[in-house]
């Protein structure tokens, strides 16, 4: 069964950094896009950044410039590196992949998610 499991949330003041990490196990094949999606209180989730097997990325226009997402291949790992943090980055952020294990095809997963709050 294919996991994901997200680590290093938490409590920060405007304009610090935390780094995400999200690690999949499982009988794992391939792993295509690999990516971070946040969802603030009373709101929808929404992408933050993605990344795929070649390293092509994708950032939301909010955090451009301030996070980065990085990811070993060789590892089914994903980072999400936060610089110059906002109150309004505040949210719990998911890690997502999609994944064909050994005995399913290419579908997506989720983490249980990691909650970041902003605030001084």
């Known amino acids: 069964q294919v996991q994901l499991v997200e680590s290093g949330g938490g409590l920060v003041q405007p304009g610090g950094s935390l780094r995400l990490s999200c690690a999949a196990s499982g009988g794992i094949f391939s792993i295509n896009i690999m990516g971070w999606y946040r969802q603030a209180p009373g709101k929808q989730r929404e992408l933050v950044a993605v990344i795929t097997g070649g390293g092509t990325t994708n950032y939301a226009d909010s955090v451009k410039g301030r996070f980065t997402i990085t990811r070993d291949n060789a590892k089914n790992t994903v980072n999400l590196q936060m610089n110059s943090l906002k109150t309004e980055d505040t949210a719990v952020y998911y890690c997502?992949?999609?994944?064909?294990?050994?005995?399913?095809?290419?579908?997506?997963?989720w983490g249980q998610g990691t909650r970041v709050t902003v605030s001084s």
């Open positions: 997502n992949a999609d994944v064909e294990s050994f005995v399913t095809r290419q579908r997506s997963y």
